[in-house]
C-alpha cells in the first residue's frame, strides 16, 4: 500500500469469533494480504492459544456476543495474557462496560479495505531491517502465505485444475510430515529432522508457499536446537492452515478465479 515502509512488519492477529462465516471471511482477506493469522471460536479456545506460547499476537479482534466466555470477562482474561491492542467487533452497539475495556470497536459488516487500513496503522519498521539475526526467529517475522507470482506462471503452464492439484498436494504433504517429525525429535534423530526440513523447504519453495517454505528452512537449519525446533511444530501447522485457506479463497469451483496478491 501507498506511504507504508517496504519493511514494515505487519502485526500478527488473533481472531475470536463463535460465527465461522465471519471468522474464516476475515482470516482469509488478512491471510491473502500477508498477515499471521490465528483464529479461535471461543474465549476459551482464544486462551488456550495464548497459553500454547506459540503465536503472539500483536492484535485481538473479538466478537462481543459469543456464549461461554465472553464480554469484560474475557478482555479481562485476554489482558492477562497478552499486552496486545484489542479491538472488539460487533453487529450490533456494544454494552459501555465492553467499550471502555477495549482500545476500540468496529461494527460489522467490516469492508476488507477498513479492515486492512486498521491493521496497517499497527505495521513497525524492524530498527535494522533486513539485518540477518541468525536461524532463530519469532513467529511475526513470517513471510507472506504464497507468492502470487508463481501461482500465475504456473496457470500459465497448464490447466487450472492442474493447478489446484499441485497446491492440494503441498497441503497434503504438509500435514504428513508432522507425525515423522514429531517422532524424529523425540528420539533426537537430528538426520531426519534435517532431511524433513529439507524437503518442506524444497517442495515449497518450488510452488510459492513461503510461509511453509521459510519453516521448512529454520527447521533444517536449526537441528542444534531441537527445543526450538520443536516450537516450530505449531507454526507449521499454521502455515498449513493458512494455505489451505489461500487455496479455498483463490480458487472457484470452475477454476476462473484470478491470482490474488497478499501485498495488496
Same mark, same amino acid.
Do not use: W
Given at each position: 500500500?501507498?506511504? @507504508?515502509?517496504?519493511?514494515?512488519?505487519?502485526? /500478527?492477529?488473533?481472531?475470536?469469533?463463535?460465527?465461522?462465516?465471519?471468522?474464516?471471511?476475515? $482470516?482469509?482477506?488478512?491471510?491473502?494480504?500477508?498477515?499471521?493469522?490465528?483464529?479461535?471460536?471461543?474465549?476459551?479456545?482464544? =486462551?488456550?492459544?495464548?497459553?500454547? %506460547?506459540?503465536?503472539?499476537?500483536?492484535?485481538? =479482534?473479538?466478537?462481543?456476543?459469543?456464549? +461461554?466466555?465472553? +464480554?469484560?470477562?474475557? @478482555?479481562?482474561?485476554?489482558?492477562?495474557?497478552?499486552? $496486545?491492542?484489542?479491538?472488539?467487533?460487533? +453487529?450490533?452497539? !456494544?454494552?459501555?462496560?465492553?467499550?471502555? +475495556?477495549?482500545?476500540?470497536? =468496529?461494527?460489522?459488516?467490516?469492508?476488507?479495505? !477498513?479492515?486492512?487500513?486498521?491493521?496497517?496503522?499497527?505495521?513497525?519498521?524492524?530498527?535494522?531491517?533486513?539485518?540477518?539475526?541468525?536461524?532463530?526467529?519469532?513467529?511475526? /517475522?513470517?513471510?507472506?502465505?504464497?507468492?502470487?507470482?508463481?501461482? #500465475?506462471?504456473?496457470?500459465?503452464?497448464?490447466?487450472?485444475?492442474?493447478?489446484?492439484?499441485?497446491? !492440494?498436494?503441498?497441503?497434503?504433504?504438509?500435514?504428513?510430515?508432522?507425525?515423522?517429525?514429531? %517422532?524424529? &525429535?523425540?528420539?533426537?534423530?537430528?538426520?531426519?529432522?534435517?532431511?524433513?526440513?529439507? /524437503?518442506?523447504?524444497?517442495?515449497?519453495?518450488?510452488?510459492? !508457499?513461503?510461509?511453509? #517454505?521459510?519453516?521448512?528452512?529454520?527447521?533444517?537449519?536449526?537441528?542444534?536446537?531441537?527445543?526450538?525446533?520443536?516450537?516450530?511444530?505449531? &507454526?507449521?501447522?499454521?502455515?498449513?492452515?493458512?494455505?489451505?485457506?489461500? =487455496?479455498?479463497?483463490?480458487?472457484?469451483?470452475?477454476?476462473?478465479?484470478?491470482?490474488?496478491?497478499?501485498? %495488496?
Amino acid at each position: 500500500m501507498p506511504g @507504508i515502509h517496504p519493511n514494515r512488519r505487519l502485526p /500478527s492477529v488473533l481472531i475470536i469469533d463463535d460465527d465461522m462465516v465471519s471468522r474464516e471471511v476475515m $482470516a482469509t482477506i488478512l491471510t491473502m494480504s500477508g498477515y499471521l493469522v490465528q483464529t479461535a471460536s471461543g474465549g476459551d479456545e482464544s =486462551l488456550a492459544v495464548l497459553d500454547g %506460547e506459540s503465536f503472539y499476537p500483536d492484535v485481538i =479482534l473479538m466478537d462481543t456476543q459469543m456464549p +461461554g466466555l465472553s +464480554g469484560t470477562e474475557l @478482555i479481562n482474561q485476554l489482558r492477562a495474557h497478552t499486552t $496486545a491492542t484489542i479491538y472488539a467487533i460487533s +453487529g450490533s452497539h !456494544a454494552p459501555d462496560s465492553v467499550i471502555r +475495556g477495549v482500545d476500540g470497536f =468496529l461494527m460489522k459488516p467490516i469492508g476488507p479495505e !477498513a479492515l486492512q487500513r486498521l491493521l496497517e496503522s499497527h505495521a513497525t519498521i524492524p530498527r535494522s531491517a533486513g539485518a540477518s539475526t541468525g536461524p532463530h526467529i519469532v513467529p511475526d /517475522s513470517l513471510p507472506p502465505v504464497f507468492d502470487p507470482k508463481v501461482v #500465475a506462471q504456473l496457470r500459465d503452464m497448464m490447466k487450472e485444475s492442474a493447478v489446484r492439484e499441485i497446491y !492440494a498436494a503441498v497441503v497434503a504433504d504438509l500435514s504428513r510430515r508432522r507425525a515423522p517429525l514429531e %517422532e524424529a &525429535l523425540n528420539i533426537g534423530d537430528l538426520a531426519t529432522v534435517r532431511r524433513i526440513g529439507h /524437503s518442506i523447504k524444497g517442495g515449497c519453495s518450488m510452488a510459492g !508457499a513461503l510461509e511453509a #517454505a521459510r519453516i521448512g528452512e529454520l527447521i533444517e537449519f536449526g537441528v542444534d536446537d531441537l527445543e526450538y525446533i520443536r516450537s516450530l511444530l505449531p &507454526l507449521l501447522e499454521t502455515a498449513t492452515c493458512n494455505l489451505q485457506r489461500m =487455496l479455498d479463497a483463490e480458487f472457484s469451483p470452475q477454476g476462473s478465479a484470478p491470482a490474488m496478491n497478499p501485498n %495488496e
